[in-house]
T-cell receptor
């Protein structure tokens, strides 16, 4: 299984870009990188995913390095409502179809 | 937007009680999942279902069972609740179409306390 490594916590000023890094050095060639976030007392929320090209949607951008061993989630203009735990996950194959292994994530605190 | 609804946000039950946690989705997704989330342990998969009346064990199925009689509804059953089943329970769904890379959509969770 590909594992991911994220810093346990980060701070970001409101209105600034939040850049959340993730290492996944053992990722396989056809495994996707997913990002979810979890706001306190709510279920995880899907943000974005990608394979090797950079991706952007209305919530965030995902930058994946050329060797695919790491990625960065970018929230371009962080707001207080973006305070959450952010999880970087690599799709796992195997008997549990669709199982995603959630690690401990990065707790992002957006400060005024 | 996908809507995944869990019947209760908070539930308190006594040891030995039979507990039903219900999950309903409105997007006609084939795949449905039950996770539990505990501090320091992340999310762990209990059971999942890829079709009506089909079920597969996840990583921690012991003490749980599931039921999927209709496509939109996936129930988690604790036959005899125990204190170590106190946890946050999360239901998720995913479309079978392009399931290789389809994201999971989660409900808001049920925080179960067993006393």
């Amino acid at each position: 299984d590909a594992k991911t490594t994220q810093p346990p916590s980060m701070d970001c000023a409101e209105g600034r870009a939040a850049n959340l890094p993730c290492n996944h050095s053992t990722i396989s060639g056809n495994e996707y990188v997913y990002w979810y976030r979890q706001i306190h007392s709510q279920g995880p929320q899907y943000i974005i995913h990608g394979l090797k090209n950079n991706e952007t949607n209305e919530m965030a951008s995902l930058i994946i390095t050329e060797d695919r061993k790491s990625s960065t989630l970018i929230l371009p203009h962080a707001t207080l409502r973006d305070t959450a735990v952010y999880y970087c996950i690599v799709r796992v194959y195997g008997g549990s179809q669709g199982n995603l292994i959630f690690g401990k994530g990065t707790k992002l605190s957006v400060k005024p | 937007d996908v809507k995944v609804t869990q019947s209760s946000r908070y539930l308190v039950k006594r040891t030995g009680e039979k507990v039903f946690l219900e999950c309903v989705q409105d997007m006609d997704h084939e795949n449905m999942f039950w996770y539990r989330q505990d501090p320091g342990l992340g999310l762990r998969l209990i059971y999942f279902s890829y079709d009506v009346k089909m079920k597969e064990k996840g990583d921690i199925p012991e003490g749980y069972s599931v039921s999927r009689e209709k496509k939109e509804r996936f129930s988690l059953i604790l036959e005899s609740a125990s204190t170590n089943q106190t946890s946050m329970y999360l239901c998720a769904t995913r479309s079978q179409e392009s399931s290789y890379n389809s994201p999971l959509h989660f409900g808001n969770g049920t925080r179960l306390t067993v006393t």
